[in-house]
């Protein structure tokens, strides 16, 4: 889910010397604000001269990543004691603050969604979608893809299959029913809703505000002025940190997963050796593709590994127990449906140390990776949803790619526990133990093609891989550039090495438990940020809500008036008429209507007094019994 796949991320979108290619209005340096001026979003901007990097955000989060990454090439054992001890205490204390707060961000999402702020459009108001509908899905499909969910997909419903969660017990067909809803759980709408609160705090600033592409504008509805100060430097520079890890924790297990293909194939020993040597090669080839401005290059690449995963998971299906997958798809989804509040809120509080531990190594890794993940992936889709209402924006979020994603773990997920419990078996070790590394293999390697689809899976890893650190690495630049939406080459150039160096570091330092340990700790400062900015969405739309109700009390005000005064005037007419003929003058219109010569030939329209106060005799003049020229009255003439 969290590596970017998409056939249009930004990196695919700049060229080298960081303009965007004629045409494409994706790569736009910057959206049009919907209020204010642009004079006013360019003083909203950071001073950075093109090109540059903000040094109060670059030095502190390159100098913190370095410094971990030192510490942990030399110091590695006592890192990895740190790193566990760090573990321990984080889960044991804030294990519950993490269901909680992702509980509390699905609730958000799914209020923003249905609310009435729903209308409200992330761009001006006229404004029409950037993208087609089905483009637009077609990203978000795009963004759900990446090196976890190749990783993750056979392994996480097997595993949980064959190592059950605290207090789920029962026969095969209910432990692996429970398996396929664990991993619905943390692939699905929780990680999504975690990804809309980021994306709309930033679409809304971005896009209707006219900010910098950076998160510490989306938290000004909160802090004011203070983003343009040490508090916003803090925000980004958390921000890069949450980031950088979260790249580096998928490159990690992108490694991990390729080292076990080729050790399946024959083609090298499994080991740290390799490892480290993939991360080196993969991060040079990502460093080259970002130094060359090959744009369009990296386009056919992320639509490649597009068509790649697709073409995997539909052979699967199709040579797999096809029928049997499709009903677990239908029927996952409905025991998801019917548990998700249970599961959400379940922290094994009555499992004691063995609850714990389960819950450091799935569903809170989760939570923290995927908020570690935000910044990216939230400045990702808030790009590409410039012109979509808040309704459009968050249903479509959570609604495409969770979907997707229950399609793919119901095939790769289906298939292995499908083959453990009605076939040949031997994805399960004796001890009950599941090699998470290689069951993706020998999953593969026993279906017809089975070298074939292996090369096609380590294939697929590796361009996610890469595609992964160029996207990254052009977030970061962003966010170190104070917004820009073009930051330089170089700047991209540094943060991917960064990120590979990272991934090493983690390696080294203890492999898998280390990369979860990362991603749990670097969320924590960073979910913070996060409250913030669903607070700033809500205090922001609040307020512009409540100046379009004023605005359309005002206009139904005018409209009234205007409707009253017509109906007076009509009224007025209409009776003038039925009393006194319709050859007579009739009434004047109000004063408000007059203007100018119709308001004088108004006025001598009206009848005149005689001198001595004679009025003037003639249809429809009254006078009063007895006064001259009455005809009633004695001597009085008819007419005149």
């Known amino acids: 889910m969290s590596d970017d796949g998409t056939s249009d991320h930004p990196t695919s ?43 109060r955000v670059f030095y502190p989060a390159a100098g913190l990543i370095l410094l971990f990454v030192l510490l942990a090439m030399v110091f590695t054992d006592g890192t990895t004691a740190v790193l566990g001890t760090l573990q321990a205490d984080v889960i044991g204390a804030f294990g519950w603050y993490y269901v909680l707060i992702v509980a509390g961000f699905v609730i958000f999402a799914l209020w923003m969604g249905l609310s009435r702020f729903g209308d409200i459009v992330l761009g001006k108001d006229d404004e029409t979608p950037l993208f087609r509908l089905p483009v637009w899905f077609a990203m978000l499909f795009a963004t759900g893809m990446g090196i976890g969910l190749v990783y993750w997909g056979a392994a996480e419903p ?48 971005i896009h209707r505000k006219g900010r910098p592409v950076s998160i510490r504008w989306a938290l000004e509805p909160l802090l004011g002025d203070r983003v343009k100060g040490r508090l916003g430097d803090v925000v980004d520079v958390v921000a890069v940190l949450g980031t950088v890890f979260g790249v580096a924790t998928s490159l990690g297990f992108g490694v991990l997963q390729i080292g076990a293909g080729l050790g399946f194939l ?24 970002v130094a060359s401005g090959l744009g369009r290059g990296m386009k056919w690449l992320s639509n490649g590994n597009m068509v790649l995963a697709g073409v995997l998971a539909l052979t699967v299906l199709v040579v797999g127990p096809t029928l049997f997958l499709l009903r677990d798809y239908v029927q996952s989804m409905g025991y998801y449906l019917q548990n998700v509040i249970r599961l959400t809120f379940d922290t094994t509080a009555f499992q004691g140390d063995a609850g714990l531990e389960w819950q450091s190594s799935w569903t809170i890794f989760y939570w923290g990776w995927w908020i570690s993940w935000a910044p990216f992936v939230g400045v990702f889709i808030a790009r590409i949803s410039r012109g979509r209402t808040i309704r ?14 229950f399609l793919w773990f119901s095939i790769f997920g289906g298939s292995a526990l499908y083959r453990q419990i009605f076939g040949d078996g031997g994805l399960v070790g004796a001890d009950g133990s599941v090699d998470t590394d290689t069951v993706l293999f020998q999953l593969l390697g026993d279906l017809p093609g089975g070298p074939v689809l292996t090369v096609l899976a380590i294939v697929l890893i590796g361009v996610f891989f890469v595609t992964s650190a160029d996207s990254g690495s052009f977030v970061v630049g962003m966010l170190t550039s104070g917004g820009d939406p073009h930051p330089a080459v170089w700047n991209r150039i540094l943060w991917a090495v960064l990120s590979g160096l990272l991934a090493m570091a983690l390696l080294i330092s203890g492999g898998l438990t280390a990369l979860q340990t990362a991603a749990i700790l670097i969320a924590l400062p ?23 109700l004023r605005a359309e009390r005002a206009q139904a005000r005018l409209v009234l008036t205007q409707h009253v005064t017509r109906r007076v005037t009509e009224t007025i007419s209409e009776q003038w008429d039925e009393l006194y003929g319709s050859d007579v003058p009739q009434a004047p219109r109000p004063a408000a209507e007059r203007r100018g010569p119709e308001r004088r030939g108004a006025l001598r329209g009206r009848p005149r007094r005689r001198p001595g106060g004679d009025q003037p005799s003639g249809p429809g003049t009254s006078r009063s019994p007895g006064e001259p020229g009455d005809p009633g009255a004695p001597g009085g003439t008819s007419g005149g």
């Not at 049009?32 to 901007?45: D, Q």
């Not at 432990?175 to 705090?201: D, K």
């Not at 979910?527 to 307020?543: D, F, H, K, P």
Request: proline share 9%; glycine share 10%; charged share 10%.
């Open 13 to 55: 979108d700049a060229s080298e010397d960081g303009t965007a290619p004629a045409g494409d209005s994706a790569a736009s340096p910057a959206p049009a604000p919907a209020s204010g001026t642009e004079a006013g979003a360019a003083a909203a901007a950071l001073p950075v001269p093109p090109g540059r990097m903000y040094p």
């Open 266 to 289: 024959n083609v090298a020993e499994p080991g740290l050796a390799l490892q480290i040597g993939l991360i080196i090669g993969i991060t040079a080839v990502a460093t080259l593709s």
């Open 526 to 548: 960073f979910s913070v940020v996060m409250i913030g900015m669903a607070l700033s969405t809500v205090i922001a739309l609040r307020e512009e809500h409540s100046a379009i």
């Open 392 to 405: 459009e924006f968050v249903m479509g979020t959570l609604l495409v790619p969770t979907l997707v994603t």
């Open 158 to 205: 097997l595993t949980h299959y064959a190592s059950p969660k605290p207090g789920v017990t029962g026969d095969p067909a209910a432990l692996a029913q429970a398996a396929m809803g664990q991993s619905y759980l943390h692939w699905g709408v929780h990680a999504w809703a975690i990804y809309v609160v980021a994306g709309l705090a930033l679409a809304y600033a």
